[in-house]
């Protein structure tokens, strides 16, 4: 009990300093500055074809992060194939 | 802006606290689930612009499309992030499950190594 | 060659969900340790352009020298074991080498990327992979290690994806090069480095975040034990390297060197009270990492290529031990020091050749490194010179620990070792001779990462031009 | 389950799927995508699993389906990725903007990559329910 109050102390403080340190925060960088995704805007409809802009950055622009991405949700099924299917068996 | 920033140093401490403090295995595959959320909200607010509309172009505004939308690309980036999260926690209740099936508890105290 | 490197590791963990032989994932990671073996021969940048985009905009690949040296560990490291596991891992082996596939497939991914965004998709790859590989025998040890390393690990990558959300935040991009063109060195960018590099401390088990690794370690099959050892510390240690030298971060020093001689101290520490042998060899590949974290601090050229050279001693020779001390659990089945005796003379030699070579016995690789170290750090300061001799020296003690053991045994266990067991152990041991005894060769393979570390300008280039 | 359950179901989860497919197919118009698409599909096969029991869910979509198209769908994946994006490239922009075929390579890897979310994601429920 008396540890969780300790944590808990120091979760409020860290709280507290994680607040002053956003009002301290310089805003992020200017909208004019960011050419990339300027670039995805101007770009999606003409060199994709696709007019949702989110679509045609995570299937075309940077498509080979989905390809990751994929290879992450195939990952999972491995490891859980890996974990859940020898129990079924040794169970019955 | 600002209420973002805040309600993200909020979710990020509940987090970190639901990870230590909590004793139950499912209870910190969930804390770990908020901090993932807390960071999912931060990098979306890099793209944030004020009145901004979604990054979706329709024929009423395929000129001055761009002059107007939000970034698009963290929510792409939000996106891969999802999935990844729940691969994450979908490893983490399995191995939650198996826990219980050794121990019969899902309480770190009567396990060997969660101590602490 | 680079895109077909990781068609073929990806499409054949795919193909081993359906098809379940073991051969395609043996073959597929032989093949890209062939692939990066002929891309380490080349001289000039290699660029790859997923989709056909530029820079900026699409996604990268790009491997120049030191891309290509730790690239060489960790797939020369991941056939070893594949070869290893064949007859080491009993059942379910279709599953274990999908995993398998897929953790080369993250650690390559994130040795060779050039893209920030990229390198977190394929560090998650390699984490979840591992975590299932930890947990792999599914007993209590296992499950527990597995678990804990999943918390931990998690919450490491989310540090990395907040420094990265950080980074996009004030330049607007996530190319390397572009980063580093655009990047001013205000607090906020120190903030998000120290996360990233906070990130891949914990998969370099630096020493506050070392926890994962023992209780890990204890649980997998025992050529997890070597990959964790040699090639996930080494790609950690890759990932704090490129980052601080392609953004030009050189204060960062002092930080390192204390985290390195801390990491250093503490494991060599741990390892000497450790019983289980596992265990012990764990802390004893997390006190390596610390010589080489320490090294790398240093700021100097020497003290560069005394960190390159020991990452590579260290792989050699943690990869020899954990097979080797593989090679005795499968004989006697058990774990504990004092229960290791075995026959086999081969064995024997290889182990011993292993434990001298850790300790830093003159006609060994790790003497060669060891020195090169002390060498760097008495131009620094002498005290991190007397702190480095303390810990190769705990590291001699509790190598006569595993040494007598091994031969000194009262009860010595019969036994036949497969030959698919034998024959990395073999290799691993006259690489660490012949490296030794003719320190020039190391030296040439290191010299040239040394140089691609100290002229980012040209990794920078390369990206961004060329059309 | 109870009676009402599986009623319910068999009349909502033709419906389900309709919608999954539709937020797939739209995935280059409209928000959404393969993932939102992947997981409404996966969650009928969930609620049949729910309300049936394992079996009947496994008459719907077998295990070895699942296996099959997650194979098939991963080489198509790395094929359309990885080279050059050659549906772009040979088949080109199909005709004009803001049409279903106005962006085929997009189209093609959002169901794609619905199909791979479905599978995965069916694959996990079905595990984690079997315990």
């Keep these: 009990m008396n540890k969780k109050i300790i944590v808990l102390c120091l979760m409020l403080a860290l709280f507290f300093a994680l607040v002053i340190g956003v009002f301290s925060l310089p805003s992020f960088s200017a909208w004019e500055s960011k050419d990339v995704s300027r670039y995805y805007m101007d770009n999606s409809l003409e060199k994709t074809g696709s007019s949702s802009v989110v679509s045609a950055i995570v299937w075309d622009f940077r498509g080979f992060d989905t390809m990751g991405e994929e290879t992450v949700l195939f990952t999972a099924t491995a490891g859980i194939l890996t974990l859940m299917a020898v129990g079924f068996r040794r169970r019955k | 802006m600002l209420e973002t920033l805040v309600t993200g140093a909020l979710l990020s401490v509940i987090g970190i606290y639901c990870v230590i403090a909590k004793k139950n295995l499912v209870k910190k595959m969930i804390g770990l689930g908020i901090f993932t959320n807390f960071i999912h909200l931060m990098l979306i607010s890099t793209g944030f612009r004020e009145g901004g509309i979604a990054p979706i172009i329709i024929r009423e505004n395929v000129g001055f499309f761009a002059a107007y939308s939000v970034d698009p690309l963290p929510q792409a980036l939000v996106l891969t992030s999802i999935v990844i999260q729940l691969s994450v926690t979908a490893l983490g209740l399995s191995i939650a499950i198996l826990a219980f099936r050794h121990f019969n508890t899902l309480d770190t105290e009567k396990m060997n190594k969660l101590k602490g | ?467 | 389950m109870d009676v009402i359950i599986r009623t319910v179901t068999k009349g909502i989860f033709p419906f389900i799927l309709l919608l999954g497919f539709s937020i797939i197919f739209h995935g280059h118009l409209t928000p959404g995508g393969s993932f939102p698409g992947g997981a409404v599909v996966a969650s009928g096969f969930a609620l049949v699993a729910v309300a049936f029991g394992l079996k009947g869910a496994e008459k719907l979509i077998s295990e070895e389906t699942v296996h099959l198209v997650e194979g098939l769908v991963a080489l198509m994946l790395a094929g359309l990725i990885l080279y050059e994006s050659f549906v772009r490239k040979y088949v080109g922009l199909g005709g004009g903007f803001f049409g279903m075929w106005s962006s085929p390579t997009v189209l093609s890897l959002n169901v794609a990559g619905g199909l791979m979310v479905m599978s995965a994601l069916v694959l996990i429920v079905f595990l984690v329910v079997r315990e």
């Design chain 3, 1 to 467: 060659m680079l895109e077909y490197l990781i068609t073929i590791l990806i499409v054949s963990a795919f193909l081993m969900l359906a098809v379940r032989r073991d051969f395609i994932a043996i073959a597929a990671i032989l093949l890209s340790f062939f692939m990066i073996l002929a891309l380490f021969f080349q001289s000039q940048i290699i660029v790859v352009r997923y989709g056909g985009w530029t820079p900026p905009f699409g996604i990268v690949w790009e491997v120049d020298k030191l891309n290509a040296f730790i690239g060489l560990i960790i797939a020369g490291m991941a056939s070893l074991v594949t070869i290893y596991s064949i007859k080491c891992i009993k059942e379910r082996r279709h599953r274990f080498y999908t995993l398998l596939c897929l953790m080369t497939t993250g650690l390559l991914g994130v040795c060779l990327t050039g893209d920030i965004f990229n390198m977190y998709v394929f560090f998650e790859i390699l984490s979840i992979s591992s975590y299932g590989l930890v947990a792999f025998f599914l007993d209590k040890n296992a499950i527990e290690g597995a678990f804990k390393y999943l918390v931990m690990g998690s919450l490491g990558s989310s540090l990395l994806l907040l420094g990265i959300a950080i980074l996009y935040g004030l330049t607007g991009t996530l190319n390397f090069a572009d980063l580093a063109l655009k990047v001013s060195h205000s607090r906020e960018f120190m903030i998000a480095l120290g996360l990233i590099i906070g990130g891949f401390c914990l998969k370099a088990a630096i020493v506050p975040f070392h926890m994962w690794k023992p209780d890990a370690i204890e649980g997998t099959p025992i050529p997890m034990g070597a990959l964790f050892s040699t090639a996930t510390a080494a790609l950690g240690v890759y990932g704090i390297l490129r980052l601080l030298f392609v953004f030009g971060m050189l204060q960062l020093n002092l930080m390192l060197i204390i985290l390195g001689t801390i990491t250093m101290l503490a494991g060599a520490l741990l390892a000497l009270v450790q019983i289980n042998v596992k265990r012990m060899l764990a802390y004893s590949g997390i006190s390596q990492v610390g010589y080489v974290v320490m090294a790398i601090g240093f700021g100097t050229s020497a003290g560069f290529a005394a960190g390159l050279y020991h990452i590579l001693n260290n792989a050699l020779i943690k990869g020899l031990l954990f097979m080797a001390i593989g090679c005795v659990i499968y004989i006697t089945g058990k774990e504990n020091l004092d229960e290791m005796g075995i026959r086999n003379r081969t064995l024997l030699v290889c182990t011993g050749i292993g434990v001298l070579s850790m300790a830093g016995v003159p006609p060994l690789n790790g003497f060669v490194s060891k020195w090169l170290i002390f060498m760097a750090s008495w131009e620094i300061s002498p005290l991190l010179t007397v702190l480095a001799i303390t810990a190769s020296a705990i590291t001699l003690a509790y190598g006569l620990k595993i040494f007598s053991s091994l031969f000194f045994a009262q009860k010595r266990a019969e036994g036949k070792i497969p030959t698919t067991m034998l024959v990395p152990v073999i290799i691993l041991t006259i690489l660490c001779v012949i490296i030794g005894v003719f320190p020039q060769l190391g030296l040439a393979v290191v010299e040239p990462a040394v140089n691609a570390l100290l002229n980012q300008n040209q990794y920078i280039t390369a990206a961004l031009g060329g059309g």
